[in-house]
């Protein structure tokens, strides 16, 4: 446990070096929630996030500070700080500094843990109980709004994490929270329309960074922005490589971040940073509406795989792998990887395709062949994503997990397996959307009528494996 460092923000849990553990913690309950785990991220956001990190009231209500630890030792008892760091520098922030509000990149962090206990409040019972969904959801909503009022000078770059955004918006039309959603839709709106002027609309406060492609491009897709979506994910291509190798594979080349986030301090090649999971978030987009582009798949998998290199056997996630040949190893501190981790869980699926050299295969899932059908087991981390590339259709439970997929290439008939159910789990929701317009495919749904809510399909599961059929209409 770090609990001083010069980098101010590593023991004071706030920017990408001191967020990234409890960003980890709160993504991970996302799809795979445990109770236990679920109660101390609750103290944490109560007792630490609100009214500590994040300003209840006062001037700033819902602003992020930058640190919780600061230098200021004419407050502190003599000998407080650690002799052994350079506390001369400027990462050796003093209260007043610490206190600010105006670092936009540290709002998602915060926006990101707000929204997953409002899903886990939502879609599953006596997992979230210190508050009721909306307080969650309104939290996410407001912590969206305080960064484009007090960090306006960041704001106007994309946010690693900024993909939050989008879905805190969705949630909000689903749930009739009208009035938040128009004002939350025209925050991001005059963020987009500034890019949409760029040529290259994906710049930083670092000018050699690969932080901002991930939000501008989700939310020029989303205005319809298209060329300027596609000159993004160009730049990802560009420095994303496709390499027969678990370090280079889908690695967004980064060089700086071991500076200001790992314990041994280097400029140097890094392996499998936070670069490789977000970066992927765009490409898996982009894939899922262009399902012949392979490419994307094999660079947008690896990327969001290669988060998970970064854990070892007992738990721990490293910033990254030194990746230069004196060094060869994981750096011992968990750094900045929480947006790695948010890369994966934000993308995580099992990907079944139709390729014309290599026939069925999936990633993330084992094909069997059962006569005409193509039987897959999600194999994939969490289980609750599933896109079928021949069909251009994307499953997704936001309560839930997938056991099985069949799929008949002949009739177009897509069987899907879901888990038993759970105490906190007794009803799967399911999305079906079809991102891919492919020739000859038509719009699918449940064969049997299921209740909507929310825009999922409901569906009561029972204490085996329920299954549920989906044809495509005309």
């Known amino acids: 446990m770090v609990l001083q460092d010069s980098r101010v923000w590593i023991a004071g849990l706030s920017d990408e070096g001191?967020?990234?553990?409890?960003?980890?913690?709160?993504?991970?309950?996302?799809?795979?929630?445990?109770?236990?785990e679920l109660e101390k991220l609750q103290q944490f956001v109560d007792g630490v996030l609100w009214g500590g990190l994040q300003s209840k009231d006062g001037p700033h209500p819902y602003g992020v500070r930058k640190s919780l630890f600061y230098y200021q030792p004419d407050e502190m008892p003599a000998n407080y700080y650690d002799s052994n760091f350079d506390w001369k520098?400027?990462?050796?922030?003093?209260k007043q500094a610490s206190e600010a509000v105006d670092r936009s990149y540290d709002y998602?962090?915060?926006a990101a843990a707000y929204w997953v206990l409002y899903r886990l409040a939502r879609d599953r019972q006596g997992l979230v109980t210190n508050h009721p969904w909306d307080w969650y959801l309104n939290h996410a909503y407001e912590t969206s709004i305080a960064m484009t009022s007090y960090a306006k000078d960041l704001a106007v770059f994309g946010q690693m994490e900024g993909s939050i955004f989008v879905e805190i918006l969705a949630d909000l039309k689903r749930e009739g929270m009208n009035t938040q959603a128009e004002a939350l839709e025209s925050k991001m709106r005059e963020r987009a329309d500034r890019w949409r002027k760029e040529a290259?609309?994906?710049?930083?406060?670092?000018?050699?960074?690969?932080?901002?492609?991930?939000?501008?491009?989700?939310?020029?897709?989303?205005?319809?922005?298209?060329?300027k979506a596609e000159v993004t994910l160009d730049a990802i291509l560009g420095y994303d490589p496709a390499i027969p190798h678990w370090g280079y594979n889908g690695s967004a080349r980064r060089y700086w971040d071991f500076i200001f986030a790992a314990k041994d301090r280097r400029l140097e090649r890094q392996l499998h940073h936070y670069g490789s999971g977000l970066n992927a978030i765009p490409l898996l987009a982009e894939y899922r509406e262009h399902p012949e582009?392979?490419?994307?798949?094999?660079?947008?998998?690896?990327?969001?795989?290669?988060?998970?290199?970064?854990?070892?056997?007992?738990?721990?996630?490293?910033a990254a792998f030194h990746g230069f040949p004196d060094m060869l190893k994981s750096d011992p501190f968990s750094g900045d990887y929480g947006p790695n981790f948010f890369g994966h869980a934000w993308n995580t699926a099992t990907y079944i395709v139709n390729?014309?050299?290599?026939?069925?295969?999936?990633?993330?899932?084992?094909?069997?062949?059962?006569?005409?059908?193509?039987?897959?087991t999600p194999h994939d981390s969490f289980r609750a994503r599933v896109y079928i590339a021949s069909l251009g259709l994307w499953l997704t439970l936001d309560a839930g997990k997938f056991e099985s997929i069949e799929v008949n290439p002949v009739t177009g008939v897509v069987r899907v397996g879901l888990a038993g159910a759970t105490e906190a789990t007794p009803k799967g929701l399911l999305r079906i959307e079809q991102p891919a317009k492919v020739s000859g495919v038509g719009s699918y749904r449940p064969a049997a009528p299921?209740?909507?809510?929310?825009?999922?399909?409901?569906?009561?599961l029972q204490k085996e494996t329920t299954w549920l059929a989906l044809n495509a209409g005309r």
Do not use: C
Request: net charge negative; aromatic share 16%.
């Open 293 to 318: 582009d392979f490419h994307l798949l094999r660079v947008g998998y690896g990327g969001t795989m290669g988060g998970l290199t970064d854990i070892d056997q007992e738990g721990f996630a490293s």
């Open 355 to 376: 390729h014309p050299e290599f026939g069925w295969i999936a990633f993330g899932g084992n094909v069997k062949r059962k006569g005409k059908v193509v039987a897959v």
């Open 200 to 227: 290259y609309p994906f710049g930083s406060e670092m000018p050699w960074d690969s932080t901002g492609q991930e939000e501008v491009y989700a939310w020029t897709k989303y205005f319809g922005y298209l060329d």
């Open 18 to 36: 001191g967020a990234s553990s409890w960003l980890a913690a709160v993504m991970k309950e996302l799809v795979q929630p445990d109770k236990e």
């Open 108 to 110: 998602p962090h915060v």
């Open 450 to 460: 299921l209740q909507s809510q929310r825009g999922a399909y409901v569906v009561p």
């Open 89 to 94: 520098s400027w990462t050796s922030w003093n």
